[in-house]
């Protein structure tokens, strides 16, 4: 009698491919800069930084890239993740609109950042890199990477954003259970972070600054490189594993999307939902659009200049064509800490440009209305960063029950909020700031 | 080349039916004696505090009993869970043994509990219920009650035993963003609360007292009833989901356990796990061991009598047949809140009895070493009542190294350990007690 509402693969149904839109995209995408020359960045530029296997998977030109076996069998712990069908959030709202959610949150870290951590760890140990240096946010992507650390015997220390290694402790404490050393950024660890205390000590920090930090660490350290958990065309192609099975999940459910969310910070779940969506509509078999849900206080793609920016505050990395902020931009403290970055991925980016993609901004108190809607109705307590792709899907499904039109809407839930309870909690108690807009820094 | 490491069902393998292994006993269970009269509970002797829906099952001589189909869309949240073959553990433990682990932490609350609050849930809702009153340890109860009561649309409340209230704050948060009331217990909100704490102001609290002060609350308001998170046959009933799905997916796995293991403190995790296979031991079909592992603070099997006790410290539940310190025994404050209960299931209690299980006790250090050895090795970070299994298991995975022998071991991963993890850090940090006996209340 009930419709059905969860749509698992098998084992045996993971992709075996990652999906480089690089490949597809209608114009090429503008290469980032060496900041002192002003020209193309080289493999030599990168070598400092990152081990030639990953420098060779950001330019590579190939549509398909197979994952590898050592990868799909760390995968394997919590991929195929599952699809299902959010008939409880439907029925609260009254709407005739059909929502689907791809759940990220059931991988160890309890997000979708392990789908980088787990290859960047493999090519790094392929390259005989001995530790990694990064920089995190809320700490879901600081998690992933220790524990993708742990699992092929790297060493890994983690720069934290101050203001989120104060908010979210326990997401410190899960990188120190996995092995990693963490250091509130910024911090008197490298010449950076001792600087930025100098200037202004009570710096909440930012990623641009923790990037700095890291970076820094990586280029006085022989032995070791450097992962960053978004922005990079790496990162994005490793996240459509959860766009390749979204597909195949949603033919199980006979049923084709109308709409496909995601949020973004620095672009790689959003890419990791949209990428194989957009092949279709780039090929024009496929008409849907595609949705980028970012932070009113952080909005990149919605008020942010499309140019060639850094993509940290010390301006050491390549200069990259992206919407910017501005690479001083220092974004208020809000809870999804995860989408704090002044920049969104060049490949987002060039998607926005070409008019692939649209961009939509929520403030933070309508996310946390959403989330706790979703958490009442669905029985799942999501990520304050995924809450702002549920917003636009809530503002949507409304439309639909207005206009009496039922539309398919698929959206990436990239996290649980499991370990953002605490933002929950001043959500709750009416304590909750109304951020719209930083400041510069 | 690489052997599967992952045993995932479709949606349409969950099981329709849960397993009642009080069909199969070879001799009967003692029943439930009325605490005055001293002769079985009857129907109404119970009807105070639970639906007649839920006491019917409760007393079910029904083998196989089916999980209607609103239970099972809900079930779809998370169900079926992973079976997962720990392969990097194996290797971290040169180990000839094969070790396979079904997780359940993959649910919305991050445990198994919600394969009871979810069915308890909608039979209370089916029988009029206004609202649930409940105690809670750790909180994975009370936050899968919580969540299991949002869905269906009654309210609840829940006595939280004070040490794990102030120790594991965001359970505390997960129960509230799913919108119920929380009580630290001992509280000021009961007449038992009122008059412990007058006895003893700092009295940490117990699930013994916070169950006496759950069925005040249920007695004192018509439109309540009471749920239990373990202990109860019908609680064990429906965590045999576990076990159902366990069996098909080692027959996915082509390999027969040798050993069963589950954490125990009330005993229903270890029911879901244990039970169905159980039913093949009884009728002969197979001869695995099956082992029920729990703490050395709080020993009720490895230590306790075997005789008639109160589920509950004020003695108002009926008296059960169980192996108990008895319900005035004050457990250490051990992380693992969820096993600090004086007395085990009495299904569980009566598989011990005839000889169907072993039961053996670790201390707290050597759970938490299990646990970090796990998490480092298989990048899954567990509940430290989990650990429990996983201590035992590597215990029995060197025994098979030292004697040369591949065996199977199975376990039930009962929850991840996102929530716990300053109990972990209390551990890393070389500050944990090491608590091997609990003091008389």
């Known amino acids: ?69 050592e990868v799909r069998d760390v995968y394997a712990l919590y991929r195929p993740t599952p699809l299902l069908r959010a008939v409880r959030l439907e029925k ?17 870290a309890g997000s979708h950042k392990p789908n980088t951590a787990i290859p960047q760890a493999y090519y790094n140990k392929l390259a005989g890199t001995k ?15 220790a524990m993708a650390c742990q699992v092929f015997g790297l060493e890994c220390t983690v720069y934290m954003v101050k203001v989120s290694f104060h908010q979210k402790p326990y997401r410190k404490l899960l990188m120190q259970t996995y092995g990693a050393k ?40 022989h032995d070791t490189k450097y992962a ?40 790689s779940n959003f890419a990791g939902i949209a990428f194989p969506f957009l092949r279709e509509k780039i090929q024009g078999k496929k008409k849907f659009r595609v949705v980028a849900v970012e932070p009113a206080s952080c909005p990149s793609l919605t008020q942010g200049e499309l140019r060639y920016d850094f993509g940290d505050m010390a301006e050491t990395t390549p200069l990259m064509m992206m919407y ?11 809870h999804a800490g995860g989408l704090r970055y002044h920049g969104m991925a060049p490949m987002v980016s060039h998607c926005k440009k070409l008019g692939l993609i649209d961009a939509v901004a929520v ?17 799942l307590v999501p990520a304050p960063e995924s809450s702002h792709a549920i917003a636009a899907v809530v503002d949507e499904a409304i439309k639909c ?37 930083g400041g510069g820094a």
Chains 1, 2 share one sequence.
């Open 92 to 108: 609260a709202l009254k709407t005739p609109a059909h929502i689907y959610y791809k759940y990220e949150g059931v991988s160890p």
């Open 363 to 379: 403030t933070q108190t309508k996310v946390f209305e959403a989330g706790v809607l979703f958490a009442r109705s669905e029985g």
């Open 228 to 267: 960053l958990g978004s922005v990079l065309n790496h990162v994005c192609l490793h996240q459509t594993v959860i766009g390749e099975e979204t597909m195949k999940q949603m033919e199980l459910a006979g049923e084709e999307p109308d709409i496909i969310y995601g949020c973004a910070g620095g672009g």
């Open 324 to 334: 910017t902020l501005g690479h001083k931009f220092m974004p208020p403290s809000i």
């Open 1 to 69: 009698m009930s419709h059905p509402i969860q749509f698992l693969l098998r084992a045996k149904e993971m992709p075996t491919h990652w999906y480089n839109l690089l490949a597809d995209f209608p114009e090429p995408l503008p290469p980032p800069l060496h900041p002192g020359t002003k020209q193309p960045a080289t493999l030599d530029d990168m070598k400092a930084i990152f081990p030639e296997n990953l420098i060779a998977q950001e330019m590579s030109a190939e549509r398909m890239i197979e994952i590898p076996q």
């Open 131 to 145: 530790r990694l240096a990064t920089e995190t946010g809320a700490g879901q992507w600081g998690s992933s990477l």
């Open 401 to 437: 029950r207005e206009e009496g039109k039922k539309r398919v809407l698929v959206f990436n839930l990239s996290g649980n909020g499991l370990l953002d309870l605490a933002a929950y909690d001043t959500y709750l108690s009416g304590e909750m700031q109304h951020p719209t807009s």
């Open 182 to 221: 963490v250091y509130a950024s910024p911090s008197r660890h490298t010449a950076f972070g001792r600087k930025m205390l100098a200037e202004s000590p009570d710096s909440p920090g930012s990623l641009g600054a923790a990037i700095s930090e890291a970076i820094e660490d990586t280029i006085k350290n």
